[in-house]
């Protein structure tokens, strides 16, 4: 038996993630050409690397067809319904750090809090007949957070790329978006919502609680998180 880990396959969460375990003792590198998705782990036995896209691995945990996975907590969130059931946060790693935030036109000057947006939006139904749209990827994580806060008469519609462009092309009216510097959103004549923010996200190395975990699994775990300077999960 094999502890399989899943590693963002490409990018800077790559890198750092390897320089992450590396600066631990634990050596992780790429094989083959850059397509070949195929790596290796050295300074400890048992552990197999897997590379997958970030959005991938919360997919894996989920199935058990990977142990351990690091990817950002958005995702996570956003991907896995009750996902604490599901996955165990072993620790997070420092890096890949960005904001999940509500973003409407800077022009709506009216508009600085979620209860501005939840008036708006009211608004904007009485005049057009149709639900604000806000744009994005997140949609669990966006739909929770504006139920939470009694923001209601929207809709979202789906962006897998360039939201911050949805509004210039008028198919929403408002966004739901990663940012790290909100230079991009500033480009785009976009502001952030002063109570906005939904969600802090960084690069967390997790585990699955739906993978099998035989015994020797579960002695390459307790190796590797002392390696790590870890606590495994005591309900495994």
Known sequence: MMLKI????KGRLMEKTFDWFGARGITMRQTGNDREYSGAVEGIDGVELVLLSAGEIPRELSSGR???GVTGSDLVRDKLADW???VAELSPLGFGH???????????IDVDTLDDLDAAASAFRAAHGHRLRIATKYHRLVRDFLTANGVAD????DSQGAT???IRNLTAEAIADITSTGETLRANHLKILSDGLIHQSQAVLFLSRNADWPAQDRATLAMLCARLSLTPPGDL
């Open 84 to 86: 604490p059931a599901q």
């Open 164 to 166: 911050e462009g949805t």
């Open 66 to 68: 990977i142990h351990l």
């Open 98 to 108: 960005a904001d999940l935030i509500i973003a409407v036109p800077a022009a709506w």
């Open 154 to 157: 929207y809709q979202l519609v």
């Open 6 to 9: 899943g590693v963002p396959s």
